[in-house]
């Protein structure tokens, strides 16, 4: 074989490059946008050419959350949104998982459920806070019950349409197999679910943080809702900016631990791109 052969073989059989590119890049490649975003808006306020009265900098929204960090009413805040963030979203986690399977497995669950889920699905999660006030009070238990509401109902949805979607073939073929009842749940089923229920669960903790504002509006003294309340109250702008971009940085991790988390679960697939 000449050396142009061989060097043509061994170009085809290494990755390519996109392939081999380190997972560390990818990551700062995500920071790109938010980056260059402040850094724009920074210099066109620095320059004139913007007012940042009511729209701070980003050099003054770092300010304030070192000055909250400082002070340790930062962590204070954090800890409680992510405490109710955390209760809420196990038990909406439960309840949707258990819902949806049930409305999966029979019909008969699925004609007496579906239609009054998916009425209350519709409600705005703000039309829930007077409710909830009144039967559990101002106090955690009316916080983690909305949060519950806004993750059980995406939950849901996706264990019930991960279900309906399991193609009949591969049941089919676990009954030639003569798989028993748990082990065709185990080996068949469970598979072909997890995909989409992976999907639900992001889908639920995004709204969990976005219910937890409208608990944290139901009279809260502490927590990063109740940072944008007195934000907004004492005409502090730079202080809402701060508890919004704490609440991006939040989620984002929490939605990074929970992909990190299901990972393992899902590596047999055999997809066309990976993450």
Known sequence: MSVSQTSDA????????????????????????????????????????????????????????????????LWLHIQATVARVAAGFALGVLAGTLLGALAGASGLARSLLDPTLQGLRAIPSIAWVPLFILW??????????????????????????AILSIDRKIIEVGRVFRLSGPALVRRIMLPAVLPHYVIALRSGLGLGWMFVVAA???????????????GQQLGKPAQIIAAIVVFAVLGKATD??????????????????RS
């Open 10 to 73: 061994t170009d085809l059989g290494t990755p390519t490059a996109p392939a081999a590119r380190p997972i560390r890049w990818r990551l700062l490649l995500g920071f790109v946008l938010p980056v260059g975003g402040a850094l724009l808006w920074e210099a066109a306020v620095r320059s004139g050419l913007a007012e940042g009265r009511l729209m701070p900098p980003p050099s003054r929204i770092l300010q304030t959350l070192a000055e909250l960090a400082s002070s340790g009413d």
């Open 216 to 230: 944290e509006f139901m009279g809260a003294s502490e927590g990063l809702g109740y940072l944008l309340v007195d």
């Open 136 to 161: 559990l009070g101002i106090f955690e238990a009316s916080k983690v019950a909305l949060i519950a509401v806004g993750v059980a109902f995406p939950v849901y949805l996706g264990t019930l349409g």
């Open 256 to 273: 990074a631990i929970l992909v990190a988390l299901t990972t393992p679960l899902l590596r047999w697939q055999d997809v066309a791109v």
